[in-house]
């Protein structure tokens, strides 16, 4: 049974400081990982994707993945009110299958 | 290029009573997926299309059935819908190799009384 572990939260972080949103995942051959953004009431935003070790940056978002111990996070600089959400992490085993596996999401409040 | 478009938006239902989503893309994607998310659970899979005239079953496809009509639409039919199948469903689009994103549709929120 392939999983994808989030911490349901709710993580709760001052406007301007940064947060940080972490994912452990089981299979270890998987080769994709993502991460969706979802406001109350809305679908899943594709925010960020990465699929190599390291760090990818995309304006304020960093995605960190680091495959030896199947870990992937989120990092949000200069964190808004808007980034209030549930943010959802996924996972694809491999390049042949396009199945995603999703965490439970982690729901992510900003305080102004 | 309005991306996945869903409907009904909402719906309620009774038991026993039967309705089918509607879900289309503009992508030009090949797949097609249908989730289901409940609170606690996530999202899961009922059923998907890798490419139009082939459908297969997901995590969770016990009282569903679906048709992929043509390369732009998959529909999700309750033939005979009961209490369990309350839930928001999305319907979401595939990007091609090699990355595969999948792109959602605005959702369902279905209601069965």
């Known amino acids: 049974q392939k999983e994808v572990e989030q911490n349901s939260g709710p993580l709760s972080v001052p406007e301007g400081a940064i947060a940080s949103l972490n994912c452990t995942y089981s299979?270890?051959?998987?080769?994709?990982f993502f991460w969706y953004r979802q406001y109350s009431g809305k679908s899943p935003e594709l925010i960020m994707s990465i699929y190599s070790n390291g760090d990818k940056e995309d304006g304020r978002f960093t995605a960190q993945l680091n495959k030896a111990s199947q870990y992937v996070s989120l990092l949000i600089r200069d964190s808004q009110p808007s980034d209030s959400a549930t943010y959802l992490c996924?996972?694809?085993?491999?390049?042949?299958?396009?199945?995603?596996?999703f965490g439970t999401g982690t729901r992510l409040t900003i305080i102004p | 290029n309005a991306g996945v478009t869903q409907t009904p938006k909402f719906q309620v239902l009774k038991t026993g009573q039967s309705m089918t989503l509607q879900c289309a893309q503009d992508m030009n994607h090949n797949s097609m997926y249908w989730y289901r998310q409940d609170p606690g659970m996530g999202l899961r899979l009922i059923y998907y299309?890798?490419?139009?005239?082939?459908?297969d079953k997901g995590e969770v496809p016990n009282g569903y059935n679906v048709s992929r009509l043509n390369k732009r639409e998959f529909s999700l039919r309750l033939e005979s819908a009961a209490p369990s199948q309350t839930s928001v469903y999305f319907c979401?689009?595939?990007?091609?190799?090699?990355?595969?994103?999948?792109?959602f549709g605005p959702g369902t929120r279905l209601t069965v009384l």
């Open positions: 996924a996972v694809r085993s491999d390049f042949g299958n396009e199945k995603l596996t």
């Open positions: 299309s890798a490419s139009e005239g082939t459908t």
């Open positions: 979401a689009s595939v990007a091609g190799t090699p990355y595969n994103e999948q792109f």
């Open positions: 299979d270890r051959g998987s080769q994709s």
